[in-house]
């Protein structure tokens, strides 16, 4: 039977309906849903990833107020078998990535605040901690291995591990006008704490012990005598701070070691026009801006800096730390902000969205033809200087996975039950099925599972856990 085509028009943009002619080849069946873990996010709930104390993925459902307040009961639902569901209750939460802070304030400053820590699958098992009363500000690390508590009016702030292993005072930070880099930062995994001081130094602080480490400076000395700052970026992985300033760019080892400049342009932090603000650590390398433009330069210092981008006003669409994506468009010629794509004087998309470099850097995806009310197009692969090649069409958003597949949401040329979730292998050309009547998904971090959300017309929506096939 020949392949039916249809093309709607909107504004530019086409949606392709055909079957027979695909561009990868889908092999396989879709998989039966219904054997297989669902639950209801209600339309008022937000969605966060925690890890409970086995170590297995958990999802977090709350409604959170205008101001971002927590309000009402956390759900949490444990993603993997057997599935259990915990519920959080307090009038003072705030949920982290491994823990929920149970947070009963008090006005007097001469009666204690009790914080709660819970876990999801502690069974009921709660660690309580007396902190100063009175009006105050909980600050959690990014893994909830330790917080910060600031008590209003105190000259200290408390350091605790949410183990109980260890808890410190620090000197509260001193006011000052910056651009909130000022505010005690903890490293990735919580074992330090950085304090910026009022006379220009960075301080570090354990989390486990009472060692204090002074290290470089945060700012540029100016004019009036007071210090200029810029911004920071926390390089883990070489335990490092890096400071975008006057100075340029300033690598400060945590070890009390001697800064280090890795350009000594001044750096600037504040948007360039037409290009806007970007500091960004990728892959080992850091990309800023200077006066010139958008410079890489690798964070061990192995190498000179690497121009980018002039200073030539183009909109920045996707950056690799050895080449960079613009556009010639301006920013409303099509509707979404669809545009042309450039890299290194290479036209690789027309009228196009999501841009994004593979991890090597040498091809980079795209959703072309895709100015339309749903951002919905053909999801493309170009090698670098080379034709772009299809991978799906009406596809409105993929990500590429860790073993190098992408995952997409494709046959969406409108919401319906013919919307499906994909992953593709692009060495061998094939496709396989995710899910079928899907319309969007999650990653669940730490596994190669989705949270597929199904059609059903319904405001509420109807979420499924679905295992991302196999190579």
Known sequence: MRALVFALVFGGCSYTFDDEVPLVQLVGQAPSLAPLQHLTRLSTDSLLFMTGVDGAPWVA?????????VQGN???????????????????????????YLIDPTADPAQPTHVLVRRPGDNGNARQFDLPGGPGVLTPSA???????????????????????????????????????????????????????ADGHVALHSTHDETDVQLGRWGAPSSSATLEAGVLAIDDDHQALV???????????????PEQLLDADPCLGSPLEGIGSRFDLLDGSAVYIVQEGIRSVALDGSAAPKLLQGHEGRRVLAVHPDRIAITLDPLERWFREASDGWVDGWRFMERGLEPAFRKDGRAIRFIEHAADDDSTGEL??????????????????????????????????FLGAQNRLIVIDEASGTARWVADGASGYTLIPGTMDVLAELVTGSPDHDLVRVPVPAP
Do not use: K
């Open 380 to 413: 493309r692969l170009a090698e670098l200087g080379q034709s772009p090649r299809s991978l799906a069409r009406n596809v409105t958003r993929f990500d590429e996975l860790a073993d190098g597949r992408v995952l997409a949401e494709a046959n969406h040329a």
């Open 61 to 69: 459902l709350f409604e959170l107020t205008d101001t971002g307040v």
């Open 143 to 197: 893994n909830d291995a330790a917080f910060l508590y600031a008590s209003e009016g105190r000259e200290t702030i408390e350091v605790v591990r949410t183990d109980g292993a260890f808890q410190r005072e620090l000197a509260a930070p001193a006011p000052m006008v910056g651009i909130g880099i000022w505010r005690p930062t903890f490293d990735r995994e919580a074992d330090r704490v950085f304090t910026f001081e």
């Open 243 to 257: 400071f975008c300033d006057p100075r340029g760019l300033v690598r400060v080892p945590w070890d009390g070691g």
């Open 74 to 100: 956390v759900r949490a639902v444990r993603l993997a078998d057997p599935v259990v569901e915990q519920r959080f209750g307090g009038d003072f939460l705030h949920v982290g990535r491994r823990v929920v």
